[in-house]
């Protein structure tokens, strides 16, 4: 059984930052950011594979993996030692507005899916005003 617990969103004003943070319990192999705004399908944002050795022969997946709208913009980076991932979001911009939500899973693979997480979080709120 693993629990999913984010937190950190916020208001900030364009070209600010802001940044997230998430813990799951028990194993996981991969954890990851996705964002929901009003009206729009659910997006990835950022992903994560966890790990302290190499990974096994046929895990799939860049990491870290990041959404076309937030790179270059957005890093996800492992809190080390832990079973825990932080967003660090810079230069943002109002379409960022969304509900964040974070994800993980014990499988073979970590890809900007959705389908492929297990556990999810509540959610935090991001708001970018102009």
């Known amino acids: 059984q693993v629990h999913v617990v984010e937190s950190g969103g916020g208001s900030v004003e364009a070209g600010g930052s802001l940044t997230l943070s998430c813990s799951a319990s028990g194993p996981i192999t991969c954890m990851a950011w996705f964002r929901q705004a009003p009206g729009k399908e659910r997006e990835g944002v950022a992903s994560l594979r966890f790990g302290d050795g190499p990974p096994m022969y046929g895990l799939g997946g860049e990491s870290p993996s990041y959404g076309p709208s937030v790179s270059g913009r957005f890093t996800i980076a492992q809190d080390n030692g832990k079973n825990a991932v932080y967003l660090h979001m810079n230069r943002l911009q109002p379409w960022d507005t969304a509900m964040y939500f974070c994800?993980?899973?014990?499988?073979?693979?970590?890809?900007?899916?959705?389908?492929?997480?297990?556990?999810w979080g509540h959610g935090t709120q991001v708001t970018v005003s102009s």
């Open positions: 994800a993980a899973h014990s499988g073979a693979y970590c890809h900007l899916d959705d389908w492929e997480y297990d556990y």
